[in-house]
């Protein structure tokens, strides 16, 4: 048997099966270690077309952003190989994420470091959220990790406002992961049940106060428009002061920038879903 480690496999964007097929010898069977985020729903679809390979799956294990899943599938190969490469449902996309967890043996020394710092809390790596992409760079996520904590735990004005401007971004990036993840809180701080629910779904939004429309329109005017005019910016900053407004116009950017790397390297949700998935 061959084992092809996840780790190996971090930019061709063919699939695992097909990496695993192309070996330079023909052996009488082939198996591979996956080392994914979620596994959750991915391993009936690949053995639907490992089928007639596919024998067993042994020890998958399923986890959410706590831990990697691990496992080994093992297959036959057949007497003549089928031509899957032209197959459009067997993907990268469904068989592992765009990127592998990043481990300290896949980091420069130079990092190595700074990667140990930042994944010490995760117990020296990182499997979910933004943090999985952006420790591929570590000296870059260390210093990133500076101002998120700033802006979710240090800053000042209500959070009520800062989890209204999150979930706003993220429905603006089509972001289910960023919606999924502060969804909840928003409506914990004391967003209104029918301000989330309407967003959400893109319906009319219900009456709000003062401060919330604000920052809506704020945000919307620019996300839609790249640009706000002077009525909207005038009443943000009556309702929020120059700084405050200064740190929520930083904390819509650093949202829109999170959701660029969770949609541009495909997060995958994580199990524990409490919200309505956005529709995007």
Known sequence: MTKISA???????????LQSLQLPHEPSGLSFVANRRSTKGHIPRLLDHLHPWAISVEGFVET????????????????????VS???DLSLEDTMARLPVVTSDMVPEEFREAFAEVTAPAGGSITGG???????????AKRRNHLTSYLRYETQFPRRILELAIINTARAMDCPYVWNAH?????????SDALVDALRDRKPLPSMPADEQAIINYG????????????????ALKQFGAQYLVELTTLMGHYAQTSFYLNAFEAELPD???EPVLPV
Do not use: W
Request: proline share 10%; charged share 25%; glycine share 6%.
């Open 7 to 17: 780790k190996e496999q971090t930019t061709s964007r063919t699939s695992i099966v």
């Open 64 to 83: 959410s952003e706590s831990g990697p899943s691990s496992g080994r599938l093992s297959a036959r190969r057949p007497n003549s190989v089928q031509q």
């Open 86 to 88: 032209n197959d459009p």
């Open 130 to 140: 933004p943090g999985s992409f952006t420790i591929n760079s570590p000296e870059m």
């Open 183 to 191: 969804a909840p809180a928003a409506r914990k701080e004391g967003v």
């Open 220 to 235: 919307n005017e620019f996300f839609t428009n790249h640009k706000v005019s002077q009525p909207t910016f005038d009443e």
């Open 272 to 274: 524990d879903v409490t």
